[in-house]
């Protein structure tokens, strides 16, 4: 289905990500999705992309499958190149046609210049940045003052998860909508990258996020390590980039016995799939954020989940699945998954049925569209 009849080409401007197609984060992996939805319904999508390999301060534009794409390349690198890239980013788009979807509130003061304008902003509020622990005071300063600006500026506020938009709510005079994150179902997935791992299909747990304390990879590794594994041989696999100059990480490290596999940061499609496919469980140990991409990912792939007790992810994962606050309840629950079949069996079928539930893509990229079409 296209635009309806009788009605005349609209435009949709994506910022706030690294670019399309996804190679970084779920923002990217969304965008991805969302952009050729729209350009197949008849919206013509721009979405801007950082440059990070090009002359710095150069600027391109090209098309990727029908989305035009507006390249910048930062002259600084890290926090302030982002910075630099997302204000270059809506200087441009003010001369452009269209809706502006902006994904993230983290530069959202550089997004009042729009307003000023009398463009049509509708930004999505991610998770509650500036409480990540990883953060100095003056960063969860500017995170903190960016969600209010964000908040108040934007036509539509969207939110991923119901107590984010409780949270946004209470930072404006508007109802946020709630849209959560999509992924993909995934009913089959080939043994071979996992046993090429040296790992036995069904007898590992995996872990798939950013190593930080937030995230309690170090809590999750130490549990594993209380687990008794002297006749299964389970593993625990766990990707994430590992700095060797990072104090947390190495304390990872340090608590990683021989059966846990720190297999670094790993974004071969194929291989990941693999991975979450034929675990006996996902382990996500998140404490902050709201629908988390990978743990929906997790639920589309049908794995028995072991997360964090918290709001965010009981939510998300939904009943049928096995919670901890702590390493000794984390040790519990790989224990229970590891040696009991039937269990397991029933927190699969819990997590399919609640990927069914609310996060289709269908369902959440038509959302997005009804979003963008009101304004």
Same mark, same amino acid.
């Given at each position: ?24 984060g779920?923002?990217?992996?969304f ?9 197949e ?5 721009t ?7 090009g002359?710095?301060g ?8 029908g ?25 441009d ?17 550089f ?8 463009r ?6 991610d998770?509650?940045?500036?409480k ?11 995170f ?11 036509h539509t ?12 709510a ?11 994150y ?6 089959? @997935?080939?043994?071979?990258? *996992? #046993?090429?791992? !040296?790992?036995?299909p069904?007898n590992?747990? =995996?872990?798939?996020? /950013?190593?930080?304390p ?22 625990c ?12 990480h190495?304390?990872?490290?340090? @608590?990683?016995g021989?059966? *846990? #596999?720190?297999? !670094?940061?790993?974004?071969d499609?194929?291989? =990941?799939?693999?991975? /979450? ?17 990978s ?23 939904g009943?049928?699945?096995?919670y901890?606050?702590d390493e ?12 009991d ?6 927190m ?9 539930a ?18």
């Amino acid at each position: 289905m296209r635009l309806p009849s009788g009605q005349t080409s609209m435009y949709v401007n994506i910022l706030g990500i690294r670019g399309i197609p996804a190679t970084h984060g779920g923002f990217e992996t969304f965008a991805a999705y969302l952009a050729p939805y729209l350009y197949e319904r008849g919206y013509h999508v721009t979405v801007y992309c950082q440059d990070d390999e090009g002359t710095p301060g150069s600027s391109y534009e090209d098309e990727w499958n029908g989305i035009h794409r507006v390249h910048f390349a930062p002259k600084r690198g890290g926090a302030a190149g982002t910075m630099e890239f997302d204000l270059a980013c809506v200087r441009d788009v003010m001369k452009r046609p269209g809706v502006d979807l902006v994904l993230g509130y983290n530069t959202a003061v550089f997004n009042i210049l729009q307003r000023l304008r009398g463009r049509r902003v509708v930004m999505n509020m991610d998770g509650i940045e500036w409480k990540r622990a990883k953060w100095s005071f003056a960063a969860k300063a500017w995170f903190w003052i960016n969600e209010i600006a964000g908040a108040n500026l934007c036509h539509t506020a969207i939110a991923d998860h119901p107590q984010i938009a409780k949270h946004v709510a209470g930072r404006c005079f508007k109802t946020p909508v709630m849209i959560p994150y999509g992924g993909d179902i995934i009913d089959d @997935a080939p043994e071979a990258p *996992v #046993r090429e791992m !040296g790992l036995e299909p069904g007898n590992y747990l =995996v872990s798939i996020a /950013r190593i930080e304390p937030e995230n309690s990879i170090l809590e999750l590794v130490q549990a594993f390590g209380r687990v008794d594994t002297s006749t299964s041989g389970a593993q625990c696999v766990v990707l994430g980039r590992l700095d060797p100059d990072n104090a947390y990480h190495q304390a990872v490290r340090n @608590a990683a016995g021989e059966n *846990v #596999r720190l297999v !670094g940061a790993i974004y071969d499609r194929t291989i =990941v799939e693999a991975l /979450r496919m034929h675990a006996a469980a996902y382990l996500h140990g998140h404490q902050v954020g709201g629908t988390n991409p990978s743990l929906v990912e997790a639920l589309g792939a049908g794995n028995a989940v072991i997360a964090h007790d918290n709001r965010f992810n009981r939510w998300t994962a939904g009943e049928g699945q096995l919670y901890f606050t702590d390493e000794t309840e984390a040790a519990k629950a790989m224990e229970m998954v590891l040696s009991d079949p039937e269990c397991r069996a029933a927190m699969q079928r819990a997590a399919r049925t609640r990927h069914h539930a609310d996060f289709q893509w269908s369902e959440v990229l038509a959302t997005y569209e009804k979003a963008i079409f009101d304004l």
